[in-house]
């Protein structure tokens, strides 16, 4: 969702910025985002039924100059495939650009109905929102 949210606001504020999104884990390479999510970004007019998941990996830390995180757990595995301080500046919680230093996560909407995805996408749309203000500064 979060890439997606970002690649949607990128493109209403005419950027040219590479988003791309990955996990910490491997177990749904290939697929396509939760149907759930899908339904919800159609909602808002953001398409992103064609995407497909991928892990993280070490080469993203050159390939990227912000890395945001969901949740303090995706945050501690990033910063554990770190090869040193330059990487880890780049990691930032997402929510920290909502409210910076409160670590706040973004809850896993996965288990939930329909509405825990709603809550996700206001959530994200917030921060992506200050993304681009951050962009644009």
């Given amino acids: 969702m979060a890439e997606g949210i970002l690649r949607d ?6 950027l040219k ?4 999104s990955a996990g910490t884990s491997g177990y749904h390479s290939g697929e396509a985002p939760d149907f759930r999510a899908i339904k919800t970004l159609q909602k808002k007019g953001i ?5 497909s998941a991928r892990q993280f990996t070490v080469n993203d830390f050159d390939d990227f100059d912000f890395i945001y995180v969901m949740d303090t757990s995706n945050l501690i595995n990033v910063l554990n495939l770190a090869r040193n301080d330059n990487d880890k500046s780049k990691v930032i919680l997402i ?28 959530m994200l749309d917030h921060a992506s929102k200050l993304i681009i203000n951050h962009i644009r500064s």
């Fill in 47 to 51: 398409d992103i039924s064609g995407l």
């Fill in 17 to 20: 910025v590479i988003v791309d």
């Fill in 9 to 14: 606001h990128i493109e209403k504020a005419g």
């Fill in 95 to 122: 929510m920290n650009e909502v409210s910076p230093s409160k670590n706040q996560s973004v809850p896993d909407p996965f288990y939930g109905g329909i509405e825990g995805f709603e809550e996700v996408y206001n």
